[in-house]
């Protein structure tokens, strides 16, 4: 069955470093791929997304990177801040119909050091 | 009005209990959804309505029965539920007109005694 893997599971970067959060995903059909913040007690929330048409995309500090040979995507955080401390999902989906399955990676929770 | 709707907030119910989570959005979205999510973990998805049919059971014990009366609600009926059910119950609604984004509601956060 489908299944995306992330890594790190934790990650503690010092405040205005980089970070970058790693995924993989399994099925090759998959062509739409999410990313989620979660801070804690709070619902999920879409960050950015990116299609399989495309091989980067960026918004302010935050950057997504697909390759679809490897099935890999990462997210890149530049310039961290304290409020970017929360869990972050990525997720893989096949387009085409909004009913689609969209599965979640097991999530990596950032900590920013002051 | 871009929000998804859940309530209530929290519930409490013993394992002989029936309650239902309800769900509402007024996008225009197609396809609704649920996901149980445990603490520290990754939402699981449960079940999708697409144009108020069924169309994913994620293999769901039969204790939770979903039902979409129509395009704006989803409903997650509950009974005789063990306490390892306890866990946050997120609905989410999609559209591809929204480019496929997934839009979660709050969620109801659920114990089971």
């Known amino acids: 069955g489908e299944n995306v893997e992330q890594h790190p599971s934790t990650l503690s970067v010092q405040e205005g470093d980089s970070a970058v959060i790693k995924c993989t995903y399994s099925d090759s059909a998959s062509n739409y791929f999410p990313w989620y913040k979660q801070e804690l007690g709070k619902r999920p929330q879409l960050i950015i997304d990116?299609?399989?048409?495309?091989g980067e995309k960026k918004d302010q500090r935050i950057a997504v990177t697909l390759n679809k040979t490897a099935k890999h995507f990462s997210l890149h955080i530049t310039e961290t801040q304290p409020e970017d401390s929360a869990v972050y999902f990525c997720?893989?989906?096949?387009?085409?119909?909004?009913?689609?399955?969209?599965?979640f990676g097991s999530g990596t929770r950032l900590s920013i050091r002051p | 009005d871009t929000e998804v709707t859940q309530t209530p907030k929290h519930l409490v119910m013993g394992m002989t209990n029936k309650k239902s989570l309800k769900c509402e959005q007024h996008?225009?979205?197609?396809?609704m959804y649920w996901y149980k999510q445990k603490a520290k973990k990754p939402p699981e998805l449960m079940f999708v309505y697409s144009y108020e049919k069924l169309s994913i059971n994620e293999s769901v014990p039969s204790r939770f029965s979903p039902e979409c009366p129509n395009s704006s609600l989803l409903n997650l009926h509950l009974h005789a539920l063990q306490p390892e059910d306890s866990a946050l119950y997120l609905c989410?609604?999609?559209?591809?007109?929204?480019?496929?984004?997934?839009?979660f509601g709050s969620g109801t956060q659920l114990s089971v005694l």
């Open positions: 990116i299609r399989s048409n495309v």
């Open positions: 997720a893989a989906s096949r387009g085409g119909s909004s009913a689609s399955k969209i599965i």
């Open positions: 996008m225009g979205h197609r396809a």
């Open positions: 989410a609604s999609r559209s591809p007109g929204q480019g496929e984004k997934l839009f």
